[in-house]
Nanobody, 119 residues
Framework: QVQVVESGGGLVQAGESLRLSCTASGSIFSINAMGWYRQAPGKQRELVASITRGGRINDADSVRGRFTISRDNAKNTVYLQMNSLKPEDTAVYYC?????????????WGQGTQVTVSS
């Protein structure tokens, strides 16, 4: 059994900051990439940022320079520091973890956390 749980969403004003956290727990042998995706109303889910176990980062152009992803491998936890938030960042943010289980890497998703940025 594996659980992926996010926390840290909320309502802020434009220009403010939020920090999201996501922890994977349960029967985990190893985690490859962990990342954050978001889905705004009426839009498709999109990648915000991801980070491999070794620290290689892939992030969206729309958040580069404002959002920072980091990871604590010992805690199976990934963070997303979001600065200079804009109304267009409003979305449900989902955590994804690519976890080794029974010899295969499987994607697990959290339940999502709402981020709302008011203008």
């Amino acid at each position: 059994q594996v659980q992926v749980v996010e926390s840290g969403g909320g309502l802020v004003q434009a220009g403010e900051s939020l920090r999201l956290s996501c922890t994977a727990s349960g029967s985990i042998f190893s985690i490859n990439a962990m990342g954050w995706y978001r889905q705004a109303p009426g839009k498709q889910r999109e990648l915000v940022a991801s980070i491999t176990r070794g620290g290689r980062i892939n992030d969206a152009d729309s958040v580069r320079g404002r959002f920072t992803i980091s990871r604590d491998n010992a805690k199976n936890t990934v963070y997303l520091q979001m600065n200079s938030l804009k109304p267009e960042d409003t979305a449900v943010y989902y955590c994804n973890a690519n976890i080794l289980r029974s010899g295969s890497f499987i994607n697990y998703w959290g339940q999502g956390t709402q981020v709302t940025v008011s203008s």
